[in-house]
């Protein structure tokens, strides 16, 4: 199995900041994964599609978390925590998905934490608030 990646040429970074993320089907898509019990009987292609979909999803929300972070000053414990989620979003989305339904939950599981995280936040600092969809 041969692994491809799309690079995208954004040198002004409007994908991170100008396109906004489509928090509902990012719900739908992470209430299902989390609803498998036992094997999903999917395909491991159609697995690994539906992690890299999540990673991408937590890429963005980890952005849109490191900016309302970044809104913070350095020794607020709002900054330390999203710190935190934002160091566990890294190294997971450092190791290339698998096509498990447990990779998949990960995926997901993080996806949710970083939506918790940038609304923790939106809550703190109200210039956060635009950023939460």
């Known amino acids: 199995m041969s ?3 799309l690079v995208l040429h954004d040198p002004e ?7 906004p993320l489509d928090r509902e089907l990012h719900k739908v898509l992470v ?3 989390l609803g ?3 094997n999903p009987s999917l395909p491991p292609a159609d697995l690994q599609q539906i992690a890299l979909l999540l990673a991408g999803a937590a890429r963005a929300v980890a952005a849109d978390v490191r900016r309302a972070a970044d809104l913070l ?3 607020h414990a709002a900054r330390a925590l999203a710190d935190v989620v934002l160091a566990e979003a890294d190294r997971s989305l450092s190791v ?3 096509g498990t ?3 998949a939950q990960n995926r997901a599981r993080l996806v949710r934490a970083l939506y918790e995280r940038l609304d923790r936040l939106a809550g703190v600092a109200p ?6 969809p």
């Open 3 to 5: 692994s491809a990646h």
């Open 13 to 19: 970074g409007r994908l991170d900041t100008e396109l």
């Open 31 to 33: 209430k299902a994964v």
């Open 36 to 38: 498998w019990t036992g």
């Open 73 to 75: 000053p350095e020794d």
């Open 96 to 98: 290339p998905p698998e």
């Open 101 to 103: 339904a447990r990779c």
């Open 127 to 132: 210039q956060a608030a635009a950023m939460a």
